[in-house]
């Protein structure tokens, strides 16, 4: 199988938005851990989940639908949410001010490093009148730090949810490498047999391209790793009745969410009246859906070697991963996430 020329995976969105069963029971902190069946979860809301969210929310909207969503997921308590790859004000305005929005601003937010990229993005539109210091909850200005003692000071192990690209996530790794012991990895990350689109061709996905460096460092982390490829989040759309579901629901999560979306539409240069008919590809909500349950996926644990050009091939020498391959029921998944982004919000 040959590798494709990359592709930059703002192009590629920009692109589709124009456009229009085994369960796998993997080892979760050294314990045998076995998931649900479909549309349910094994875990009550006494034993949920904490998790950490590293996502470069601003730049593709599948992050804001990535955050609506695992604020949808009892299974999983939110304790810290940091903006990584760059833009450091811009991506902290946007999770506060839509943790406001939504009620869940006492969710701590974290500033990543001010490194590049600088600015803003389509979704600036949202933020622009938004002061950051009128935030009622917590505003961490170091967001590094801020994820070392969230995992050091938790009584129980954290998961770590990476949808972006890593500068931060492997910042912390070197400030406190004792965090790998306390917490796994799930990220939207890679492209393993299948690339964009579902091409045959691999791609270099975008948030390894863009610090290949830091997505090496965070793989070869002495901890648990589960990545979603392109070859399964790169085939998530919402459409039909399962997008408007979402596009007509009163509550404040999904509101707030295809408000962004209209807004990221227009500021994207997307197709006129596209933020109405179907969701763009919703990559980063497969990373949220693997913190907690497996049983719409077929999993493989491979070993991946990362490239200087940001391609993530199979390897055995590599340390093995736990990977997202295929579906077991891409429909079942749309269902889902549709469902949990639509209802009420308890």
């Known amino acids: 199988m040959s590798d494709s020329a990359s592709i930059n995976r703002r192009q590629f969105l920009h692109k589709a938005t124009a456009a229009s069963a085994t369960i796998a029971a993997l080892p979760l ?16 809301p006494s034993k949920r989940l904490p998790v950490i969210l590293a996502t470069d929310i601003g730049d593709d909207i599948d992050d804001t639908w990535a955050l609506g969503f695992l604020l949808k997921c009892p299974e999983l308590d939110l304790k810290l949410v940091v903006g990584d790859y760059g833009k450091p004000q811009y991506r902290a305005k946007l999770l506060a001010k839509f943790l406001h929005a939504v009620g869940h601003d ?42 070392i003692d969230t995992i050091m000071q938790s009584p129980e192990p ?19 490498p004792r965090i ?8 939207m990350h890679g492209s393993v047999r299948l690339g964009y689109d ?4 691999r791609s270099a996905e975008w948030n390894v391209k863009a610090a290949p460096q830091a997505c090496r460092e965070v793989f070869a982390a002495p901890w648990d790793v589960t990545i979603t ?19 007509d629901s009163r509550d404040p999560i999904a509101s707030a969410v295809i408000e962004n979306y209209r807004i990221w539409n227009k500021g994207n240069g997307g197709q006129a009246g596209a933020a109405e008919d179907h969701s763009s590809v ?37 340390k093995p991963l736990n990977v997202a391959v295929s579906w077991q029921s891409l429909d079942g998944f749309r269902d889902f996430l549709a469902e949990r982004l639509a209802s009420a919000t308890i």
């Open 180 to 187: 790998a012991k306390r917490a796994r990895f799930v990220g």
């Open 29 to 44: 902190f050294g314990i045998s851990s076995t998931f649900s069946a479909p549309g349910q979860s094994n875990r009550s």
């Open 198 to 201: 579902g091409s045959r061709n």
């Open 229 to 247: 490829p392109l070859d399964t989040c790169g085939l998530v759309r919402l459409e039909g009745e399962r997008y408007r579901k979402v596009r």
């Open 106 to 147: 006492e969710v701590p937010v974290g500033i990543g490093l001010d490194i590049e990229p600088h600015g803003d993005g389509p979704q600036a539109a949202w933020v622009k009148d938004y002061d950051l210091s009128s935030y009622r909850g917590r505003i961490h200005a170091d967001g590094v730090q801020a994820i």
């Open 282 to 318: 919703l990559f980063d909500t497969v990373a949220v859906y693997l913190a907690s349950r497996q049983d719409f996926c077929k999993m493989e644990r491979l070993g991946i070697r990362v490239t200087d050009d940001g391609f993530t091939l199979i390897d055995p020498q590599a």
């Open 158 to 176: 954290v998961t770590l949810i990476g949808i972006s690209p890593m500068p931060n996530v492997a910042a912390a790794l070197t400030r406190e």
